[in-house]
């Protein structure tokens, strides 16, 4: 899928893959709470069943997010293409300078 | 997950006595290892473990609620004590208020997804006005579990 497909003016809705191992729980749920809230743009983040608000760490923990689940991140405003850009790199690139499954065999 | 499933209900704490983050924690993994649910000889390192935690970054998400927390070895599935304090606790807490509710959760070293579930049950009803309102009113364990038993059955809650 294209990175930052604007759906409509100001709307850009990406999907995302968790890919560490330890999944979306409260440390990486912080650095994604703290990106968001760099921007302008109201940004929501879906699991297909809960949507919260993704400059809200109460919210984000609704999520359950584990290792292989996909997230829709949709942000609405001026600098939403940005911010989705910013968030995808945290989960898909940076994966919250965590290990993947693959890296974490063996630390436990 | 249901808080059955996790919360020990003879680890609630109605009126904790300490009045500092750490005397907290102390109380709370005590109430567990109380409960049988941390194996032997495990508690002073796991005391010492949710606090370095919590040092590097407060679990007090704001509201009055803080969910100190941490892996180990010593337990196989999640288990959690809560503890209410009636004055509130400093916490370090993100909005710098009180803490009033207390959700000390441990988790197996090998399964985050069981982790993740538990904390997902934690803040979808803590999150709630009512719910949160509901815990602070209950003065007693019963009240507490009735509470929770009550979630359990009735998500909007």
Same mark, same amino acid.
């Given at each position: 899928?294209?990175?930052?497909?604007?759906?409509?003016?100001?709307?850009?809705?990406?999907?995302?893959?968790?890919?560490?191992?330890?999944? @979306?729980? &409260?440390?990486?749920? &912080?650095?994604?709470?703290?990106?968001?809230?760099? %921007?302008?743009? +109201?940004?929501?983040?879906?699991?297909?069943?809960?949507?919260?608000?993704?400059?809200?760490?109460?919210?984000?923990?609704?999520?359950? +997010?584990?290792?292989? &689940?996909? @997230?829709?991140?949709? +942000?609405?405003?001026?600098?939403?293409? /940005?911010?989705?850009?910013?968030?995808?790199?945290?989960?898909?690139?940076?994966? %919250?300078?965590?290990?993947?499954? /693959?890296?974490?065999?063996?630390? %436990? | 997950?249901?808080? $059955?499933?996790?919360?020990?209900?003879?680890?609630?704490? !109605?009126?904790?006595?300490?009045?500092?983050?750490?005397?907290? #924690?102390?109380?709370? *993994? !005590?109430?567990?290892?109380? !409960?049988?649910?941390?194996?032997?000889?495990?508690?002073?390192?796991?005391?010492?473990?949710?606090?370095?935690?919590?040092?590097?970054?407060?679990?007090?998400?704001?509201?009055?609620?803080?969910?100190?927390? *941490?892996?180990?070895?010593? *337990?196989?599935?999640?288990? !959690?004590?809560?503890?209410?304090?009636?004055?509130?606790?400093?916490?370090? $807490?993100?909005?710098?208020?009180?803490?009033?509710?207390?959700?000390?959760?441990?988790?197996? $070293?090998?399964?985050?997804?069981?982790?993740?579930? $538990?904390?997902?049950? #934690?803040?979808?009803?803590?999150?709630?006005?009512?719910?949160?309102?509901?815990?602070?009113?209950?003065?007693? *364990?019963?009240? #507490?579990?009735?509470?929770?038993?009550?979630?359990?059955?009735?998500?909007?809650?």
């Amino acid at each position: 899928m294209q990175v930052g497909d604007t759906v409509r003016n100001g709307v850009c809705e990406i999907e995302v893959t968790i890919k560490n191992a330890a999944g @979306l729980h &409260m440390r990486p749920a &912080m650095q994604f709470v703290d990106i968001a809230n760099q %921007f302008q743009s +109201a940004v929501s983040v879906s699991n297909g069943q809960t949507i919260a608000d993704g400059k809200s760490i109460m919210q984000m923990s609704m999520l359950a +997010a584990t290792c292989g &689940m996909k @997230l829709k991140i949709t +942000a609405d405003g001026p600098d939403s293409s /940005e911010v989705v850009e910013k968030l995808r790199e945290l989960v898909e690139v940076k994966k %919250f300078g965590e290990p993947t499954p /693959e890296e974490a065999k063996g630390q %436990f | 997950m249901k808080f $059955a499933d996790f919360i020990c209900f003879e680890s609630i704490v !109605a009126d904790l006595q300490s009045k500092d983050r750490d005397g907290v #924690i102390t109380e709370l *993994v !005590a109430a567990l290892d109380k !409960a049988g649910k941390l194996g032997k000889g495990n508690a002073d390192k796991l005391t010492r473990s949710v606090i370095k935690r919590e040092n590097e970054a407060s679990t007090g998400m704001g509201k009055g609620i803080a969910v100190p927390h *941490v892996k180990h070895k010593a *337990v196989k599935d999640v288990v !959690a004590a809560i503890g209410q304090s009636s004055k509130g606790v400093d916490f370090a $807490a993100l909005d710098k208020q009180p803490v009033y509710t207390v959700i000390l959760l441990v988790s197996p $070293a090998d399964n985050p997804d069981r982790h993740l579930q $538990a904390m997902e049950k #934690i803040f979808r009803h803590l999150q709630q006005e009512k719910f949160r309102k509901f815990l602070r009113q209950s003065q007693t *364990v019963t009240q #507490i579990e009735d509470l929770l038993k009550e979630a359990d059955v009735n998500p909007s809650l």
